[in-house]
């Protein structure tokens, strides 16, 4: 099987590990992520507005703790999550999830409190201490296949590091390409798994569905994506980038029209994987026409985190904590809205950046929609991860 989806598995029976929040890495981390992005967009558009908040709120510490904070939290539980569905070990749970978990709580306040060195060392340690335990789990099931997320996680771990260095002045970087960088992991772990999942989903979820999938044409649409993404961070000649970008951007799309993403639109939890995983495309066609001013760099980048990114997210902690909490993978109300209050974040983000008249107003109303989707998110879910399953497993 190339891949068993993470909310089928059937974790076998095994002792209780204390509080339910701590029984799987996706409920502490799910919870974390969609408080902390709820509260982190408005601090930095309040800064930005002139309201009085802690010196460090201001573009560095936004691009860092939305990438190396929110985002990377959602990751590692869902690699947690899935690690268990690939392997039958469990990841870490009770008080080691729930000690892993304090040290990503205790980078967001370093990086907002303690002193600068202080708040590099605490943070950067997050991302060793959360993927050494998902590498032993690998290692000891021999599941070889999946060991190339270890190394993306070591890769964004050095990204950091250099982040911390840049920013510190210890090495002459600006501290921006890091970030973009680690922005470039995170959307091949979204190639990567979305290319897995997504046509696995509409082929169960939408009944006349037959999803395409190429192996060599997902290959190079990868390839692709890389290279133009290290073309831009590296600032290689407008040319050479944007010929990349635009060759991404046909390849990722080609990739994502052969899933059939027309035939999802009764089902929200399919349609958000589609229409988010269709801003990765979009990103790099925007990312091309950076390259000549048409549009800002900016723009294409907010498309890639704003739409791909936490569009992708939305969509796997809504369905993935429903299975894993022995739920019906079935959108109700609330998850429609956060889906359409996140696709909405986008559209009026990716306003603001290309109509300069718009900007304040986009901004603000990118920045309601954002929060408003996260704070359903804690509405709906926090009595469904704090509580055990309804089936009585584990997990």
Excluded at 78 to 89: E, P, Q, V
Excluded at 250 to 267: D, I
Excluded at 318 to 342: D, I, S, Y
């Amino acid at each position: 099987m190339a891949l068993m989806t993470i909310e089928e598995a059937r974790p076998a029976p095994a002792p209780g590990h204390g509080a339910p929040l701590f029984a799987l890495g996706f409920r502490p981390f799910y919870l974390l992520a969609a408080a902390f992005g709820a509260l982190a967009v408005p601090l930095w558009i309040a800064a930005q507005a002139g309201v009085r908040l802690p010196a460090r709120i201001d573009m560095l510490w936004h691009m860092h703790e939305m990438v190396f904070g929110f985002a990377l939290a959602v990751v590692v539980g869902f690699l947690y999550t899935a690690g268990y569905a690939w392997t039958k070990l469990w990841t870490p749970r009770g008080k080691a999830l729930a000690a892993i978990a304090t040290v990503w709580v205790a980078g967001r306040i370093a990086m907002l409190a303690a002193p600068p060195v202080v708040g590099a060392l605490v943070d950067a340690a997050f991302l060793p201490v959360a993927a050494w335990p998902l590498f032993r789990v690998l290692k000891q099931s021999g599941n070889m296949r999946n060991m190339f997320l270890v190394g993306l996680l070591a890769l964004l771990t050095l990204t950091n590091v250099c982040y911390h260095a840049a920013a510190l002045g210890w090495i002459r970087v600006n501290p921006l390409a890091p970030v973009h960088a680690a922005i470039l992991l995170i959307v091949v772990i979204e190639i990567v798994i979305g290319g897995r999942v997504i046509p696995m989903f509409t082929r169960n979820g939408a009944p006349g569905t037959q999803p395409v999938q190429d192996a060599r044409r997902d290959k190079w649409a990868l390839v692709l994506t890389v290279l133009a993404g290290l073309a831009w961070i590296a600032g290689l000649p407008a040319p050479a980038t944007a010929s990349l970008a635009l060759f991404a951007a046909v390849g990722q799309a080609m990739r994502l029209l052969g899933w059939q993403p027309w035939r999802t639109w009764r089902n929200p939890l399919l349609w958000i994987l589609h229409v988010s995983y269709f801003w990765i495309p979009f990103g790099f066609l925007l990312l091309a026409l950076a390259q000549y001013g048409v549009v800002t760099g900016s723009a294409a980048l907010h498309v890639l985190t704003v739409g791909a990114l936490a569009g992708l997210i939305m969509g796997m902690i809504t369905r993935t904590a429903l299975g894993h909490t022995g739920r019906p993978l079935k959108a109700g109300r609330g998850e429609t809205a956060m889906f359409v209050l996140v696709q909405a974040a986008v559209v009026l983000r990716f306003a603001a950046g290309v109509v300069p008249a718009w900007r304040d107003t986009g901004l603000v109303l990118a920045t309601v929609c954002w929060s408003a989707a996260f704070l359903a998110y804690l509405a709906v879910y926090v009595p469904y991860l704090t509580a055990a399953r309804i089936d009585g497993r584990e997990g």
